[in-house]
């Protein structure tokens, strides 16, 4: 009767060890990967913003 208290006891605590080690880790290595991609994507905005040809439409001059 308390052996499945025991494992289930043990797999709790193991599955809190290895979410903290995880956190750990992981975490840093998620907001490292947000940063870039905010600079990515603010640099892309830039691009865009800022092109030369903005307002400039595709189509060929009329010819009369």
């Known amino acids: ?3 499945p208290v025991l494992t289930l006891a043990a797999v709790g605590f193991a599955g809190v060890l ?3 080690i995880a956190a750990g ?3 840093p290595l998620f907001f490292l990967v947000f940063k870039v991609a905010m600079i990515v994507g603010l640099i892309m905005f830039a691009v865009w913003f800022f092109r030369k040809d903005r307002g400039k439409e595709d189509t060929p001059p009329a010819t009369s």
């Open 1 to 3: 009767m308390l052996k």
């Open 18 to 20: 290895l979410f903290k």
């Open 25 to 27: 880790l992981l975490l």
